[in-house]
């Protein structure tokens, strides 16, 4: 078989010879100018060699002029070539575009499908764009920036990567690393803006001095901080501003470099304005640029010294000409000769890793990269089915058609021109989806960005010239490609004959078969997706995490500030601050609506420590991969607030307090891990020292996840609120009878007011916390669920067609089997079975893809298996149903056949 | 022909023009054209008429279509396009204008000094 189809390749014959015989018409032409001429000499008198050669002389020097006559005959040939074409094509659009005027609801419906297809890829590619190609604004050289990960083994998990680092390392590895132009070290949270309650929260980045030099970025406005500015001894209180909050709250005054503004830990000075969309190395968006030294001081005391807290981001600038691989194995150099903590810990002999910024810290690639992958796959997917749809209208209209076609070549119109009259209609029809599609385009980009990648800046619109010429370039090919298979069969001529026939290609269900099963069976995978996700987010959401999220408000304070320089005025503020948290857990618990209330240090999701712990009977605590043991001091009733439930023992008595009796309460794995053998109820744990006061183990509650949804099992322990030491950061907890949201802001209230102690106070559902862990799945689940429900839709609507020209088609055998006595209910039979066998088939292709390409999905699930028989049987029964809704106008049309016209009509 | 004139330059598009004016011809039906309507007194070698008309027809002002002569020999017939038609009343007048003004100049008297 040809590698190109001879229809095709006539379609694009061009005259690729046209100088040889352009030339070879030049000197035709000149050839009977001189036989005249010797001719005409001849006939007065001369003798025929001379008058040949005095032809010649006359028409002078050939070898001159030929070359030269060639030369304007080509250009001018060439010109008229491009005329004819052009106004070939004026001739063949209009009447391409009275022709699609003529059939507005085929028109309508082959541009609305191409306009959902093409205006949905754009819109994802402005996704991709941003998140993929693009990256971070106003990077220079972004290329050569990296993330930097460290890989240690552990004795039990094996190699573990990670991406968070302490001072130390951060600081050995900018003096030492020789690979790179510049180390530059960041992390991100959030502040508060202004004072009193109407203080505002905002995100906060914190960066050492050198990560704007090592991005490569400028200031908008001012300067970016200086490394003495940020000093690890006496760091300046100076901040940059992003330029989302410059313009939003300052009105984008030029004056506001050298003023002072209100974070949350104080005054800060003013001294730049970051430029617009700059989001340092991750998407998310920035308000205010804090020097590094200023937030490390809260994380330990001994920061810059300490190898046990790691909360520095880290990423360099690989010098020109450096590879990736060299400049790692020569940062791990450089770590090593320079670690100077414990030696026998396994980051002593880590691995330095340089991965893309589009990377987290653990060496894989972000949820939202993988995310706007899939998203790229499904639109495309959505407009293949589209390009499939329209490919197939044009050919039921070509066949239509049949009769002014032939008369086009029964007046001689060369096949080709036939063909190109098919493409310039496509291409018109895709031209008009294309500009009906920079709409779809701009509001799917709308939704995308307001609902599935709501955290991320977005400097520039929804339609950008970038996603236009995206969506001039798919029209285009969309345009040749829908029109390619009925511009095929003009050219080869079987479209003829294939109307001769009378069926076309000679099978009943004719040219439409294929596409319709390609499709079923592409929406059949869609929905499977979507199904898949939708199930995978169900489960995580209603996962139980060992507490009830879903019922509990989570509430903070902020506190008047006093300067408490002295720590005996530390001291007796935090006396007077757990006092004024007991005051508020009153006003709470007797708040209408409440169930009920607690307090708690370190909560799942919010924050958790770690403290010494010695246990008799052990020499050392086990380690876990997961670390801990993990420590909570919380009320009495916390755990019934929070809905961990108790499996045995009992919870803390409201006299367990500051003072009292030390008791513990420990959760199912560390009551398995520590005593496996004994009662862990009774047991004595110690904490911070050897000989430190006994906790007695009261009771046992069930584990609770801690960070994760898929969390490996983690020792935990609880003691009394007020028996704790060297930790703190108190939460409120309270159960409301009704759904949380609508209590949030009565809570807020009932804990502000009535306290000196307390500027004002926060209140949000726990579920906040945990919704971006679900972002994943509710990500999957609305992407496959809308591509699916739109691929449905142009499946739909694409079997409906190709059943009605089905019928249209069989009118004759209909009109027979009528005749012969065939009653309408077998009728209706015959043509829903048609249509039954399509998405039969559709589906049996489709879902065996979906099976198939499972090993690559079920990483992205939650709980769920790509062979979920409620998925396979819901999209089966969809499917179907869509097939029978499709089919049933043009299976009560058949029943309708006029048996004495269908007759006649041969 | 020893007595013929040089064609001064850029009449010959005209002339050509001129010549098409009354009909389609093909390439040596106007040199004969040109010859019979100057006596034979215009010099012009063959292949710059051709050139002429290449040059005429690349820039639209005539139009070339393959036909057969009268002996069954296929020749490319030129006609005047419209464009053809406007250029040539345009450069006719100019022409004329221009040869009036040189002979009115040269044939004047001299003047005795």
């Given at each position: 078989?040809?590698l190109?189809r001879?229809?095709?390749?006539r379609?694009f014959d061009l005259?690729?010879?046209?100088?040889?015989?352009?030339?070879?018409d030049?000197?035709?032409?000149i050839a009977?100018?001189?036989?005249?001429?010797?001719?005409?000499?001849?006939?007065?008198g001369t003798?025929p060699?001379?008058?040949?050669?005095?032809?010649?002389?006359?028409f002078?020097?050939?070898?001159?002029?030929?070359p030269?006559m060639a030369q304007?005959?080509?250009r001018?040939d060439?010109?008229?070539g491009i005329?004819?074409?052009?106004?070939?094509?004026?001739?063949d659009t209009r009447y391409?575009?009275?022709?699609?005027r003529r059939e507005p609801l085929f028109?309508g419906?082959a541009v609305a499908?191409?306009?959902l297809?093409?205006?949905?890829?754009?819109?994802v590619?402005g996704v991709v764009?941003?998140l993929?190609i693009?990256g971070?604004?106003h990077?220079?050289?972004?290329d050569?920036?990296?993330?930097i990960t460290?890989t240690i083994?552990?004795?039990?998990r094996?190699?573990v990567t990670?991406?968070?680092?302490?001072?130390v390392?951060?600081?050995n590895l900018?003096?030492?690393?020789?690979?790179?132009d510049?180390?530059?070290a960041?992390?991100?949270?959030?502040?508060?803006?202004?004072?009193g309650?109407?203080a505002?929260?905002i995100?906060s980045g914190?960066a050492?001095a050198?990560?704007?030099t090592?991005?490569g970025?400028?200031?908008?406005?001012?300067?970016?901080?200086?490394?003495?500015?940020d000093?690890?001894?006496s760091?300046a209180?100076?901040?940059?501003?992003?330029?989302a909050?410059w313009?939003?709250?300052f009105g984008?005054d030029?004056s506001?470099?050298?003023r002072?503004?209100?974070?949350?830990d104080g005054?800060y000075?003013?001294v730049g304005v970051a430029?617009?969309?700059f989001?340092g190395?991750?998407?998310r968006r920035?308000d205010?640029w804090i020097?590094?030294s200023i937030?490390?001081?809260n994380?330990?005391s001994d920061?810059?010294?300490?190898?046990?807290?790691?909360?520095l981001?880290l990423?360099?600038?690989v010098?020109?000409?450096?590879t990736?691989a060299a400049a790692g194995?020569?940062?791990?150099?450089?770590?090593r000769?320079?670690y100077?903590?414990?030696?026998s810990?396994?980051l002593?002999?880590?691995r330095?890793?340089?991965?893309p910024?589009?990377f987290?810290?653990?060496?894989?690639?972000?949820s939202?990269?993988?995310?706007?992958?899939?998203?790229l796959?499904?639109?495309v997917?959505v407009l293949?089915?589209?390009?499939t749809?329209v490919s197939?209208?044009l050919l039921?209209?070509?066949v239509r058609?049949?009769?002014?076609?032939?008369?086009r070549?029964?007046l001689?119109?060369?096949?080709a021109?036939?063909?190109?009259?098919?493409?310039?209609e496509?291409?018109?029809?895709?031209?008009?989806?294309g500009?009906m599609?920079?709409l779809?385009?701009a509001?799917i980009s709308t939704m995308?960005?307001q609902?599935?990648?709501?955290d991320i800046?977005?400097?520039?619109?929804p339609?950008?010239a970038?996603?236009?010429g995206v969506?001039l370039f798919?029209?285009l090919v969309v345009?040749?490609?829908?029109?390619?298979?009925?511009?095929?069969?003009?050219?080869?001529?079987?479209?003829?004959?294939?109307?001769?026939?009378?069926?076309?290609s000679?099978?009943?269900?004719g040219?439409?078969?294929?596409?319709t099963?390609?499709?079923?069976?592409l929406?059949?995978?869609l929905?499977i997706?979507?199904?898949?996700f939708t199930?995978?987010l169900h489960?995580?959401?209603?996962?139980?995490l060992g507490f009830?999220?879903?019922r509990?408000l989570?509430?903070?304070i902020?506190?008047?500030d006093?300067d408490?320089?002295d720590?005996?005025?530390?001291a007796?503020a935090r006396?007077e601050?757990a006092q004024?948290?007991?005051r508020a857990?009153?006003r709470?618990?007797v708040?209408?609506g409440i169930?009920r209330?607690?307090l708690g240090v370190?909560?799942?999701f919010?924050?958790?420590?770690s403290i010494r712990?010695f246990?008799?009977g052990w020499d050392?605590i086990?380690?876990l991969?997961?670390?801990g043991?993990?420590?909570?001091?919380?009320?009495s009733?916390?755990?019934a607030t929070?809905?961990?439930?108790?499996?045995r023992g009992r919870?803390?008595?409201?006299t367990?307090?500051?003072?009292?009796?030390r008791?513990?309460?420990v959760n199912e794995?560390?009551?398995?891990?520590?005593w496996p053998d004994?009662?862990?109820?009774g047991q004595?744990?110690?904490?911070?020292?050897v000989h430190?006061?006994c906790?007695?183990?009261?009771g046992i509650?069930?584990d609770?996840?801690?960070y994760?949804?898929?969390?490996?099992p983690?020792?935990?322990y609880?003691?009394?609120?007020?028996?704790?030491?060297g930790?703190g950061g108190?939460?409120l907890?309270?159960?409301?009878?009704s759904t949380?949201r609508?209590v949030a802001d009565?809570?807020?209230h009932?804990i502000e007011t009535n306290?000196?102690?307390?500027?004002r106070a926060v209140?949000?559902p726990?579920r906040e916390a945990i919704?971006?862990i679900?972002?994943?799945?509710?990500l999957?689940?609305?992407?496959?669920?809308l591509g699916?429900l739109?691929?449905?839709l142009?499946?739909a609507?694409?079997?409906?067609?190709?059943?009605?020209?089905s019928?249209?088609?069989r009118?004759h055998e209909?009109g027979?089997?009528?005749?012969l006595g065939a009653s309408s209910r077998?009728i209706?039979?015959?043509?829903?079975?048609?249509?039954?066998v399509?998405?039969?088939?559709?589906l049996?292709?489709g879902?065996?893809?979906?099976?198939?390409s499972?090993?690559?999905v079920?990483g992205l699930l939650?709980?769920t298996?790509v062979r979920e028989?409620?998925v396979?049987?819901l999209?089966i029964?969809?499917?179907v149903?869509?097939a029978?809704?499709a089919?049933l106008?043009?299976?009560?049309r058949?029943?309708?056949?006029?048996?004495?016209?269908?007759?006649?009509?041969? | 022909?020893?007595?013929s004139l040089p064609?001064?330059k850029?009449?010959?598009d005209?002339?050509v023009?001129?010549?098409?004016?009354?009909?389609?011809?093909?390439?040596f039906?106007?040199?004969?054209?040109?010859?019979?309507?100057?006596g034979?007194?215009?010099g012009?070698?063959?292949?710059?008429?051709?050139q002429?008309?290449?040059?005429?027809?690349e820039?639209?002002?005539?139009s070339g279509?393959w036909?057969?002569t009268?002996?069954?020999?296929r020749?490319r017939?030129y006609?005047?396009?419209?464009?053809?038609?406007t250029h040539?009343?345009?450069?006719a007048?100019?022409?004329?204008?221009?040869?009036?003004a040189?002979s009115?100049i040269?044939?004047?008297?001299?003047?005795?000094?």
């Amino acid at each position: 078989m040809p590698l190109i189809r001879p229809g095709i390749r006539r379609l694009f014959d061009l005259t690729l010879r046209r100088r040889d015989r352009v030339k070879h018409d030049v000197e035709e032409e000149i050839a009977l100018h001189i036989d005249l001429r010797a001719e005409q000499l001849r006939a007065r008198g001369t003798g025929p060699d001379e008058a040949r050669l005095e032809a010649l002389r006359r028409f002078g020097t050939l070898d001159l002029a030929l070359p030269a006559m060639a030369q304007t005959a080509y250009r001018r040939d060439r010109r008229m070539g491009i005329r004819e074409w052009l106004e070939a094509t004026a001739q063949d659009t209009r009447y391409a575009l009275r022709g699609l005027r003529r059939e507005p609801l085929f028109t309508g419906f082959a541009v609305a499908t191409l306009a959902l297809g093409i205006g949905a890829n754009a819109a994802v590619y402005g996704v991709v764009d941003r998140l993929l190609i693009r990256g971070p604004e106003h990077l220079n050289d972004p290329d050569r920036i990296v993330r930097i990960t460290a890989t240690i083994t552990d004795e039990r998990r094996g190699e573990v990567t990670f991406g968070s680092f302490g001072w130390v390392m951060y600081d050995n590895l900018r003096r030492h690393a020789t690979a790179f132009d510049g180390v530059a070290a960041y992390d991100r949270g959030s502040t508060t803006l202004g004072r009193g309650r109407t203080a505002r929260v905002i995100e906060s980045g914190y960066a050492t001095a050198d990560f704007f030099t090592v991005l490569g970025v400028r200031p908008a406005l001012g300067r970016f901080y200086q490394a003495d500015e940020d000093d690890p001894v006496s760091p300046a209180r100076v901040v940059v501003i992003g330029d989302a909050l410059w313009r939003g709250q300052f009105g984008g005054d030029r004056s506001i470099v050298g003023r002072e503004i209100e974070l949350g830990d104080g005054q800060y000075t003013v001294v730049g304005v970051a430029p617009k969309g700059f989001t340092g190395v991750n998407l998310r968006r920035v308000d205010v640029w804090i020097p590094m030294s200023i937030s490390s001081r809260n994380v330990t005391s001994d920061w810059t010294r300490s190898w046990n807290a790691s909360w520095l981001q880290l990423v360099g600038r690989v010098k020109q000409g450096v590879t990736p691989a060299a400049a790692g194995a020569e940062a791990t150099r450089a770590h090593r000769a320079s670690y100077d903590g414990l030696p026998s810990r396994n980051l002593a002999q880590a691995r330095i890793g340089l991965v893309p910024l589009h990377f987290t810290g653990e060496g894989t690639e972000a949820s939202e990269t993988a995310v706007s992958r899939w998203l790229l796959g499904v639109t495309v997917v959505v407009l293949l089915i589209a390009c499939t749809n329209v490919s197939n209208l044009l050919l039921a209209r070509a066949v239509r058609r049949r009769g002014e076609v032939g008369v086009r070549l029964a007046l001689g119109a060369a096949r080709a021109r036939l063909a190109r009259l098919f493409l310039t209609e496509s291409v018109l029809l895709a031209a008009f989806g294309g500009v009906m599609a920079l709409l779809v385009a701009a509001g799917i980009s709308t939704m995308v960005r307001q609902f599935l990648l709501s955290d991320i800046e977005w400097p520039a619109s929804p339609v950008s010239a970038r996603v236009l010429g995206v969506c001039l370039f798919v029209s285009l090919v969309v345009g040749l490609a829908v029109g390619l298979a009925p511009a095929a069969h003009a050219a080869r001529g079987s479209l003829m004959s294939a109307i001769q026939r009378g069926h076309p290609s000679g099978r009943r269900l004719g040219f439409g078969a294929w596409p319709t099963v390609l499709q079923a069976g592409l929406t059949a995978s869609l929905l499977i997706g979507a199904g898949l996700f939708t199930l995978s987010l169900h489960r995580a959401r209603t996962a139980h995490l060992g507490f009830e999220s879903e019922r509990v408000l989570v509430g903070q304070i902020y506190w008047i500030d006093e300067d408490q320089s002295d720590s005996a005025a530390q001291a007796v503020a935090r006396a007077e601050r757990a006092q004024a948290w007991q005051r508020a857990l009153e006003r709470v618990r007797v708040m209408p609506g409440i169930e009920r209330a607690a307090l708690g240090v370190g909560s799942p999701f919010g924050s958790s420590f770690s403290i010494r712990l010695f246990v008799p009977g052990w020499d050392s605590i086990p380690r876990l991969p997961t670390g801990g043991p993990y420590i909570s001091a919380v009320t009495s009733d916390y755990f019934a607030t929070v809905g961990t439930r108790l499996m045995r023992g009992r919870v803390f008595r409201e006299t367990e307090r500051e003072g009292t009796d030390r008791v513990a309460v420990v959760n199912e794995t560390m009551a398995r891990t520590l005593w496996p053998d004994r009662d862990a109820i009774g047991q004595c744990i110690r904490m911070w020292e050897v000989h430190g006061p006994c906790s007695r183990v009261v009771g046992i509650v069930e584990d609770a996840r801690r960070y994760e949804l898929r969390e490996e099992p983690t020792m935990q322990y609880y003691i009394p609120l007020g028996q704790e030491r060297g930790f703190g950061g108190t939460s409120l907890f309270a159960r409301p009878q009704s759904t949380p949201r609508s209590v949030a802001d009565a809570l807020k209230h009932t804990i502000e007011t009535n306290d000196a102690l307390i500027e004002r106070a926060v209140a949000w559902p726990m579920r906040e916390a945990i919704d971006p862990i679900l972002r994943p799945w509710r990500l999957g689940a609305t992407i496959f669920g809308l591509g699916g429900l739109l691929a449905l839709l142009v499946a739909a609507l694409g079997l409906y067609s190709v059943m009605s020209y089905s019928v249209a088609q069989r009118s004759h055998e209909l009109g027979v089997r009528i005749a012969l006595g065939a009653s309408s209910r077998r009728i209706v039979a015959l043509v829903m079975r048609q249509s039954l066998v399509l998405a039969a088939a559709g589906l049996a292709g489709g879902i065996l893809v979906a099976v198939w390409s499972g090993r690559w999905v079920e990483g992205l699930l939650f709980e769920t298996t790509v062979r979920e028989p409620s998925v396979i049987g819901l999209t089966i029964a969809v499917l179907v149903a869509t097939a029978v809704a499709a089919s049933l106008l043009p299976a009560l049309r058949a029943r309708s056949v006029d048996p004495m016209r269908a007759l006649r009509s041969d | 022909m020893a007595e013929s004139l040089p064609v001064v330059k850029g009449t010959l598009d005209v002339l050509v023009l001129k010549a098409l004016s009354w009909g389609p011809m093909h390439g040596f039906e106007v040199t004969r054209w040109l010859e019979e309507r100057s006596g034979g007194k215009l010099g012009i070698e063959d292949s710059a008429l051709y050139q002429s008309l290449y040059r005429l027809e690349e820039r639209g002002f005539l139009s070339g279509e393959w036909g057969v002569t009268e002996n069954n020999r296929r020749a490319r017939y030129y006609r005047v396009t419209s464009d053809g038609r406007t250029h040539l009343r345009a450069q006719a007048t100019q022409w004329v204008k221009y040869a009036e003004a040189v002979s009115g100049i040269l044939s004047a008297p001299a003047r005795s000094t």
